[in-house]
């Protein structure tokens, strides 16, 4: 695939900065060469079986199945592909892709190299900021920020200012459209009114504190829930202490969201970061 863009993520489970790799391999299809994503960690069968809208772009997915901890040799391996490929640019996203793929595209000389960081809570840690300047120093990436915050808090541990580049919104796919049928399609009420919540259910999403507020609304407002995660079993019971678990619908894995926010009144991000 000469010319094409290549994204490396650590992983291909559901997430805002997966999804959005996968967004901008999927827009950048078009384009001479194309795009593909490549996730350093786990096999087609496990990711798709956790995700299945990846089926749809099983072709633009590469797997290395990269074990947990440190691989030395996963650099080498992807200078390879890279030199196999001769992509136009390696796009790295989070730390990761950068100290494993960075390196290794410059290596194999692609000449565009971009980083992006999604969120900066990582660099809190002083080791972690050690292993990132390392890892910018032999990729030198462009550097990018996916939002003003992220770039001040970047800045601020690293002393190099990357460049902000919102997040996209398709406004194709993400338009208004009928309500009704998107309720009946996720088994919603049809009068109700729904707040809702798209977020995997890990502590950091802040899915808790949507439940805690819909306790301090009267019925018959309901929260509705699209996503997965590790606090599922904890997030019901949670509902249920608080008299709501008839009002609040875990709605599980939404493969396309521009289905489930038309369904709702109001939306509610209450990430904790």
Not at 5 to 11: D, L, P, S
Not at 32 to 39: K, R, T
Not at 210 to 238: D, K, N, S, T
Request: proline fraction near 6%; hydrophobic fraction near 55%.
């Amino acid at each position: 695939m000469s010319g094409a863009v290549i994204h490396v993520v650590q992983h291909l489970a559901p997430g805002g900065l997966e999804v959005m790799a996968l967004e901008l391999a999927r827009a950048q299809q078009g384009r001479a060469g194309g795009a593909l994503v490549v996730s350093l960690e786990g096999s087609a069968e496990e990711a798709m079986a956790r995700w299945p809208r990846l089926a749809a772009q099983r072709a633009r997915l590469v797997f290395l199945g990269k074990a947990p901890g440190l691989d030395a040799a996963l650099p080498l391996r992807l200078a390879r592909l890279f030199r196999r490929l001769r992509p136009a640019c390696v796009h790295t996203h989070h730390v990761g892709p950068l100290l494993y793929a960075g390196a290794a595209a410059r290596a194999a000389g692609v000449a565009a190299r971009l980083h992006t960081e999604h969120d900066a809570w990582h660099l809190g840690s002083a080791r972690r900021r050690r292993v990132v300047r390392a890892a910018l120093a032999l990729a030198k990436p462009v550097l990018v920020a996916d939002a003003p915050d992220v770039a001040e808090a970047v800045r601020a541990a690293l002393g190099v200012a990357p460049r902000v580049v919102l997040n996209g919104v398709d406004t194709d796919r993400f338009a208004p459209g009928d309500r009704a049928a998107s309720r009946a399609a996720l088994g919603l009420p049809a009068e109700a009114p729904i707040i809702g919540v798209a977020a995997r259910l890990e502590r950091v999403k802040g899915v808790d504190l949507a439940i805690a507020a819909l306790a301090l609304l009267p019925a018959p407002a309901m929260l509705a829930i699209a996503g997965a995660g590790g606090e599922e079993a904890a997030l019901r019971a949670q509902a249920a202490s608080l008299g709501v678990a008839d009002r609040v619908r875990f709605l599980g894995l939404v493969g396309d969201t521009a289905r489930f926010y038309p369904a709702l009144d109001l939306l509610c991000v209450p990430s904790r970061s």
